[in-house]
């Protein structure tokens, strides 16, 4: 069984910055891809940001710029650094992770999701 633990959420005004932390543990790989994902009320969930085990990221167009995932492997975790954040940023954000395998990918395994509310 995967766990994911996360903090950092919470209030911040129009162009603030937060830092979201994600902690794995558990039956979880090393070798593992790790993601940030988000939900605002109303709409479909959608991926902020992964990063593979290499350090590899992608990121959707609307954080690009913004946003930085980076990851501890020793810790499996990963983190999320938001930017010149504005309000259509605020929505609940999941992380989540892909346990990678030759012959099989696992997953998503996903946390209970952090509350990011951007005031204007």
């Known amino acids: 069984q995967v766990q994911l633990v996360e903090s950092g959420g919470g209030l911040v005004q129009a162009e603030g910055s937060l830092r979201l932390s994600c902690a794995a543990s558990?039956?979880?790989?090393?070798?593992?891809?790790m993601a940030w994902y988000r939900q605002a009320p109303g709409k479909q969930r959608d991926l902020v940001a992964n990063?593979?085990?290499?350090?590899?990221?992608n990121y959707a167009d609307s954080v690009k710029g913004r946003f930085t995932i980076s990851r501890d492997n020793a810790k499996n975790t990963v983190y999320l650094q938001m930017n010149s954040l504005k309000p259509e940023d605020t929505a609940i954000y999941y992380c989540a992770t892909y346990l990678l395998d030759p012959f099989n990918t696992k997953g998503p395994y996903w946390g209970q999701g952090t509350q990011v509310t951007v005031s204007s």
């Open positions: 558990g039956s979880i790989s090393s070798i593992n891809v």
């Open positions: 990063i593979s085990p290499g350090g590899r990221t």
